[in-house]
C-alpha cells in the first residue's frame, strides 16, 4: 500500500550559523531555501531565536519577499516574537522551548502546564490568519493540551527517537500513539528534529505524519555532496518508506 505524499520542509537555521561565525553576508540562508525549493521542498523553516545566533530579522523579511513556498516561522512564545510574526505574517508560525543556554531545541514546549498562555499567543496568531503548530514531546497529555490551546497542527519532537540508541522502538511507538491521537482529534501532524538518512523512514512510515521537517543534518551533508544531492535523498527515503 502506498501512503499519501509527505511533505518536506527545510529548516536553513544552520546556513546562517556558518554565516554568523564569520559575520559578513555568506553563506545566505535566503539562498539555500530558493535553492531547496528549486529542489522540491515543499516549505522552508527558519528559527528567529531571540539571541539571533542563526537566523536574523533581515533573513525573515528577504525570505517573506522571495520564497514561492510557504515559510514556517519558529519562534518562542514571547511577545517580541509575537509581534514579529504579526507584522512579517509567514504562512505559518511554530511555537517552540527556548533556553538561551541550550544548543538546540531540547524537548517539546510544556503545552499542559502553560494553557493559557500558549492559548493566547496562539489566538493572537490565528486572527491575523497565521497557521500556528506548536512543537510538542509525542505525549498523550500535550497533544490534548495542543487540542485546548487551538492549535491546528502539532509537530512531534522526534529528537529522543534519534537519540534512543537500542531504545528506537518505544520511542517510535510513543509518536506513532501522538500521531493516532492527533489525528482521531483533528490535529494535523508533523514531525522533526535530529532525522537522518539513517532514521527517517520508520518515522516517514506512520501514516498519521503528513510532513517532516528538516535541518541540520541536512546542511551537514550538503558540505560533502551539495545540497540539492542532500535534500532529494531525504526525499527519495522518505518516498520509498511511503511506499
Known amino acids: 500500500m502506498t501512503l499519501a505524499y509527505q511533505r518536506l ?13 564569520r559575520g559578513g553576508i555568506h553563506p545566505d540562508p535566503v539562498q539555500a531555501a530558493l535553492l531547496a525549493e528549486k529542489t522540491g521542498a515543499d516549505g522552508i523553516t527558519a528559527h528567529l531565536r531571540e539571541d539571533r545566533r542563526h537566523i536574523v530579522d533581515s533573513d525573515i523579511s528577504r525570505l517573506m519577499a522571495q520564497l514561492s513556498r510557504p515559510l514556517n516561522l519558529e519562534m518562542a512564545a514571547i511577545d517580541e516574537m509575537v509581534e514579529i510574526a504579526l507584522r512579517t505574517k509567514p504562512h505559518a508560525c511554530c511555537l517552540v522551548p527556548e533556553k538561551r543556554t541550550e544548543r538546540t531545541t531540547e524537548g517539546g514546549l510544556e503545552v499542559a502546564g502553560d494553557l493559557a ?11 491575523a490568519g497565521i ?3 506548536l512543537f510538542i ?8 493540551a495542543a487540542q485546548a490551546a487551538g492549535a491546528p497542527v502539532i509537530e512531534l519532537h522526534t529528537g529522543t527517537y534519534a537519540e534512543a540508541g537500542g531504545g528506537e522502538g518505544e520511542q517510535l511507538n510513543r ?5 493516532a491521537l492527533a489525528a482521531e482529534i483533528g490535529l494535523e501532524c508533523h514531525a522533526g528534529h535530529g532525522l537522518t538518512y539513517a532514521n527517517v523512514k520508520p518515522v516517514a512510515a506512520i501514516a498519521n505524519i503528513v510532513e517532516l521537517n528538516i535541518g541540520h543534518f541536512l546542511m551537514g551533508e550538503a558540505l560533502f555532496v551539495g545540497l540539492e544531492a542532500s535534500i532529494r535523498e531525504m526525499r527519495r527515503l522518505m518516498d520509498e518508506a511511503r511506499s
Not at 509518536?175 to 500521531?179: D, E, L, W, Y
Open 117 to 127: 498562555r500558549i492559548s493566547d499567543v496562539a489566538a493572537r496568531l490565528k486572527q
Open 131 to 133: 497557521r500556528v503548530s
Open 137 to 144: 514531546e509525542p505525549d498523550e497529555r500535550q497533544v490534548r
Open 9 to 21: 520542509g527545510i529548516n536553513i537555521d544552520h546556513v546562517a550559523t556558518l554565516r554568523n561565525a
Open 175 to 179: 509518536i506513532r500513539s501522538a500521531a
